[in-house]
Nanobody, 127 residues
Framework: QVQLVESGGGLVKPGDSLRLSCAAS????????VSWFRQVPGREREFLGG?????????YVANSVKGRFIVSRDDAENTAYLQMNRLKPEDTAVYYC???????????????????WGQGTQVTVSS
């Protein structure tokens, strides 16, 4: 079992930056790929980016947010991060982290590939 807790959400202005954290407890964190998703009411959960565990950590970011969002992780601290820059009102959503073992980069996009989820943290971008 892995427990995930997101933090760092809040109300920010357009153009601001925000860093979300995903703290993990339970089984070995580095065994899992950790990804970030977001969801707005009435829409499907959207993949943002993911990172594999140490020692060969690699990250992958969806084209929709590439250049603005960065995913990273610190396995020594059992924590993953989503750095969000140049935020826009359309980035308003509930943001989730998830842990699992998707088989390929294309599989990263599918929520069903992840075993564990956090409770989500709200990010609101508004002037």
């Amino acid at each position: 079992q892995v427990q995930l807790v997101e933090s760092g959400g809040g109300l920010v202005k357009p153009g601001d930056s925000l860093r979300l954290s995903c703290a993990a407890s339970g089984r070995s964190f580095s065994e899992y790929i950790v990804s970030w998703f977001r969801q707005v009411p009435g829409r499907e959960r959207e993949f943002l980016g993911g990172a594999s565990g140490s020692p060969f950590t690699t990250s992958y970011v969806a084209n929709s947010v590439k250049g603005r969002f960065i995913v990273s992780r610190d396995d020594a601290e059992n924590t993953a991060y989503l750095q969000m820059n140049r935020l826009k009102p359309e980035d308003t959503a509930v943001y989730y982290c998830a842990a699992g073992n998707p088989r390929s980069y294309s599989s990263y996009y599918y929520p069903g590939e992840y075993e564990y989820w956090g409770q989500g943290t709200q990010v609101t971008v508004s002037s």
